[in-house]
């Protein structure tokens, strides 16, 4: 059975869609780099189009400029990766993981 919302989302509901979205998205980018550090190449293709997915489908509106700069650059970081972004790919998804955790705590 599908269930549709016919309303749009609240404000709360897109906040806790963002919180989800940037931590998988952090995570993604930290396999990412695990892939290339154990020299998986598979491994760090793979999550490197999770992670383009996760992106497209943040709220842009409702998440910090800084934020909004971040993900731009993972974007045109994650379009051309090599060992030696591996940890810029870990520093951006510390950025998030910490900026997910304490912006939409309630």
Same mark, same amino acid.
């Given at each position: 059975?599908?269930?549709?919302?016919?309303?749009? !989302?609240?404000?709360?509901?897109?906040?806790?869609?963002?919180?989800?979205? @940037?931590?998988?998205?952090?995570?993604?980018?930290?396999?990412?780099?695990?892939?290339?550090?154990?020299?998986?190449?598979?491994?760090? !293709?793979? !999550?490197?189009?999770?992670? @383009?997915?996760?992106?497209?489908?943040?709220?842009?509106?409702?998440?910090?400029?800084?934020?909004?700069?971040?993900?731009?650059?993972?974007?045109?970081? @994650?379009?051309?990766?090599?060992?030696?972004?591996?940890?810029?790919?870990?520093?951006?998804?510390? @950025?998030?993981?910490?900026?997910?955790?304490?912006? !939409?705590?309630?």
């Amino acid at each position: 059975m599908i269930i549709a919302k016919s309303d749009p !989302f609240t404000k709360e509901e897109i906040k806790k869609k963002n919180k989800a979205t @940037l931590g998988a998205l952090a995570m993604d980018l930290k396999r990412i780099t695990l892939g290339l550090q154990r020299g998986s190449k598979i491994m760090a !293709f793979r !999550f490197t189009q999770e992670a @383009l997915k996760r992106e497209s489908e943040i709220d842009m509106q409702n998440v910090d400029p800084y934020v909004r700069n971040i993900l731009k650059n993972i974007k045109l970081m @994650l379009s051309n990766i090599d060992e030696q972004e591996s940890e810029d790919i870990l520093m951006y998804s510390i @950025l998030l993981q910490n900026y997910a955790r304490h912006k !939409f705590s309630t």
